[in-house]
């Protein structure tokens, strides 16, 4: 099956910028939903940003005017630009490829914002 391949995580400081990608193989890719994920220790899973085939994108409250989703379909990738970043931020981020009702995962990459 599809592998999706993560990069961009590691440490920044509070009010920093960091960019994620993930990168796959395969038309499905740029035809279905892409989501950004994150999950801290103890906390759910929640949704960070998504974006369709079509480029319409998702944002989850805390991530509005921060955060933007966007795709590179020349390179089959889609990117999750991070601004203005906060300690409750850090997480381990996945991203998740719509197979119907389901997802296909990433391995996470780890997001930590300190001093």
């Known amino acids: 099956q599809v592998q999706l391949v993560e990069s961009g995580g590691g440490l920044v400081q509070p009010g920093g910028s960091l960019r994620l990608s993930c990168a796959a193989s395969?038309?499905?890719?740029?035809?279905?939903?892409v989501g950004w994920y994150r999950q801290a220790p103890g906390k759910q899973r929640d949704l960070v940003a998504a974006?369709?085939?079509?480029?319409?994108?998702n944002y989850a409250d805390f991530a509005k005017g921060r955060f933007t989703i966007s795709r590179d379909n020349a390179k089959n990738t889609v990117s999750l630009q991070m601004n203005s970043l906060k300690p409750e931020d850090t997480a381990v981020y996945f991203c998740?490829?719509?197979?119907?009702?389901?997802?296909?995962w990433g391995q996470g990459t780890q997001v930590t914002v300190s001093s």
């Open positions: 974006i369709t085939g079509g480029g319409t994108t």
């Open positions: 395969g038309s499905i890719f740029r035809i279905n939903t």
């Open positions: 998740a490829l719509r197979m119907g009702v389901s997802n296909h």
